[in-house]
């Protein structure tokens, strides 16, 4: 009777237990299912990748927007306007531009329909805007033709240039590539041995290759860009990294002007590292710093702070 009860005993014990680790399974898989539904674990590294994009690409956009209003300025420019020595009147209307010294000087061979120069941009020992960028040394300029000819170019170098403290260094060509007058006005950009050193040491690299379309409004404040390619390089934590625009990148100058922001506000690339491949979206044209990260499927929003 008693191996009989003990048994019984066993029995009821041995399917009490096996209930119990089924359930135990069940909620631990549960709580593993939630887990990964909330998005990615990004790595201290996956940030730093995200923010150095970002922010390295902000940089070189805000030095070819100056350029392109310097260079597209002419002598129906009257408002605003500051005469260089070439006798040449440039729109210096743009809150960036309004303590910097700008001169311009023509190549011998230069004419009317066919410009030939070199622009420089000084902004001194610290030139500070009007919502708190401090600029330093000089963005200088060669151009051949008029900016929204087609085939016309653009090469920009920098002397000492910095925004904020940051060092930006590296070649910028830019070539009309509009198939005529009536199309927004279109340009491929080739950078080379591009370069940014911040106050610590720390450095990133960038070369690219894009295609940049400009949306002109009536107002310029309204202009915008669109932008698409790829670029590689190394982060601050010398990561190497490749970049492609899967969506076209959205720029606003109304962005830049009125909210400091100097990074895409729409469409998406793929930014890949040594071990990791991810989705970066800018969202709906907001003027906003927040991206959406997604790896493996699973995004997360980040807000970009650099």
């Known amino acids: 009777m008693l191996v009989k009860e003990t048994k019984q005993t066993y029995s009821i014990y041995m399917q009490t237990t ?8 069940l909620a631990l898989f549960s709580v593993f299912s939630c887990t990964e539904d909330v998005g990615p674990t990004l790595t201290e590294d996956d940030s730093v990748s995200v923010e150095n994009e970002a922010v390295a690409d902000s940089y070189f956009e805000d030095a070819d927007d100056i350029t392109a209003l310097v260079v597209s300025s002419d002598n129906g420019t009257v408002e605003g ?3 260089s020595a070439g006798g040449r009147i440039i729109n210096l209307s743009d809150f960036r531009l309004n303590c910097a010294q700008v001169t311009i000087e023509f190549a011998d061979n230069s004419t009317i329909l066919q410009p030939k120069g070199t622009i420089t941009i000084d902004f ?4 500070t805007d009007d919502r708190g960028n401090v600029r330093t040394g000089k963005i200088i300029i060669t151009f051949i033709g008029r900016r929204f000819l087609p085939q016309s170019s653009i090469v920009t170098t920098f002397d000492g240039y910095t925004i904020n403290e940051v060092l930006v260094e590296g070649t910028r060509t830019v070539t009309n590539s509009s198939g005529s007058l009536e199309d927004h006005p279109s340009f491929t950009i080739v950078v080379e041995g591009g370069k940014l050193t911040w106050p610590d040491g720390t450095t990133a690299t960038r070369d690219s290759n894009r295609r940049r379309e400009w949306i002109r409004a009536a107002n310029p404040l309204n202009d915008e860009w669109r932008v698409t390619g790829n670029a590689a390089g190394t982060n601050r934590r010398e990561i190497s990294y490749t970049m492609e625009i899967t969506e076209a990148l959205v720029y606003k100058r109304q962005c830049a002007i009125s909210n400091r922001i100097f990074m895409p506000v729409a469409g998406e690339k793929v930014l890949t590292t040594e071990t990791r491949q991810m989705k970066i979206n800018y969202g ?3 003027c906003d710093r927040m991206v959406k990260v997604t790896i493996n499927g699973k995004s997360e929003d980040i807000e970009i702070k650099g």
């Open 284 to 286: 709906d044209g907001e």
């Open 18 to 25: 096996k209930k119990i680790s089924i359930g135990l399974l």
């Open 124 to 127: 001194g020992d610290g030139c």
């Open 81 to 83: 306007g500051k005469v």
